[in-house]
């Protein structure tokens, strides 16, 4: 009977330590999961970063872009200005060279057509997705 006590005993506490153990796998479990989440967050989060800071490049390259075909534009104007077309009304408008003439050859130089249609990007601003 002592004998039956003590395994009764022994198997109450084989059962406690089964739950135990089972909790603890529970808790294991759920932190390997939310650590699995956490790197994928942390890696979107990485992911739009980079696509952020690749953006904020390409937009830096294209503003300098602009800024340059303003510059053209503004010398191209100002060349006009300086060497209007000879006119019988002095004040008649300063006119664009028309597609058909060819601009003046200090123009040349520095008013270039640009064509939107033939930029190509740089290959570190396209998307390797």
Not at 78 to 83: G, I, K, S
Not at 85 to 106: F, H, I, M, N
């Amino acid at each position: 009977s002592a004998l039956t006590s003590c395994l009764a005993d022994l198997s109450k506490h084989i059962g406690s330590l089964q739950e135990e153990i089972d909790s603890l796998r529970a808790d294991k479990n759920e932190l390997v999961k939310q650590q699995a989440q956490q790197a994928v967050a942390e890696r979107h989060g990485y992911i739009a970063l980079n696509k952020v800071e690749q953006l904020e490049v390409e937009n830096d390259h294209l503003s300098r872009q602009i800024n340059e075909l303003k510059a053209q534009l503004y010398m191209s104007s100002a060349l006009e200005v300086a060497e209007p077309k000879k006119s019988k009304s002095l004040g008649a408008r300063v006119a664009w060279p028309q597609p058909e003439e060819d601009p003046p050859k200090s123009q040349a130089s520095i008013a270039k057509k640009v064509n939107f249609d033939q930029v190509v990007p740089r290959p570190e601003f396209t998307d390797e997705r």
